[in-house]
């Protein structure tokens, strides 16, 4: 009678077992980039949705008054009023960003009642390590990035 043996060879098994590492390895390093990616997308996604809500505060006429917003180094400020230095502190929304995050150029736009145009346009970098990604502000209040 024949004897049927089952299983796996020790080489397959490591053979296996190396694919898979070098596998497991890979997606390692590339789920580290997106994830990064992910969370700047997530951070600039959040400044413009931030910026179009102070504009639509504005078109909608709430509290009767210009509303805006203004770039801090660590964190940017949604107000009410002309502009930033003479705002109704006590509506300040204060909304802290990521520490990884610099800004540079336009630092305050405010838009106007009814209209939603802004008194400012110009454009917001947004720097986190080797990314950068430019917000645009324009007269009309139009926002882009």
Same mark, same amino acid.
């Given at each position: 009678?024949?004897?049927? =043996? =089952?299983?796996? /060879?020790?080489?397959?098994?490591?053979?296996?077992?190396?694919?898979?590492?070098? *596998?497991?390895?890979?997606?390692?390093?590339?789920?580290?980039?997106? *994830?990064?990616?992910?969370?700047?997308?997530?951070?600039?996604?959040? %400044?413009?949705?931030? %910026?179009?809500?102070?504009?639509?505060?504005?078109?909608?006429?709430?509290?009767?008054?210009?509303?805006?917003?203004?770039?801090?180094?660590?964190?940017?400020?949604?107000?009410?009023?002309?502009?930033?230095?003479?705002? %109704?502190?006590?509506?300040?929304?204060?909304?802290?960003?990521?520490?990884?995050? /610099?800004?540079?150029?336009?630092?305050?736009?405010?838009?106007?009642?009814?209209?939603?145009?802004?008194?400012?346009?110009?454009?917001?970098?947004?720097?986190?390590?080797?990314?950068?990604?430019?917000? /645009?502000?324009?007269?009309?209040?139009?926002?882009?990035?």
């Amino acid at each position: 009678m024949l004897k049927f =043996q =089952q299983g796996f /060879t020790m080489v397959e098994i490591l053979i296996v077992i190396t694919i898979v590492s070098m *596998l497991a390895g890979l997606g390692y390093f590339m789920d580290l980039n997106i *994830l990064k990616s992910n969370i700047f997308s997530s951070d600039l996604n959040g %400044i413009v949705d931030s %910026i179009r809500r102070s504009r639509s505060e504005a078109l909608n006429n709430i509290d009767n008054s210009a509303h805006g917003i203004k770039i801090l180094p660590d964190s940017y400020v949604l107000f009410e009023g002309q502009n930033y230095d003479s705002r %109704i502190v006590s509506k300040d929304q204060i909304i802290p960003v990521n520490s990884e995050l /610099t800004f540079s150029g336009l630092n305050e736009a405010v838009f106007t009642q009814l209209s939603g145009e802004s008194t400012a346009s110009g454009s917001i970098m947004v720097t986190e390590g080797l990314k950068t990604s430019a917000i /645009t502000i324009n007269y009309d209040g139009g926002v882009n990035w």
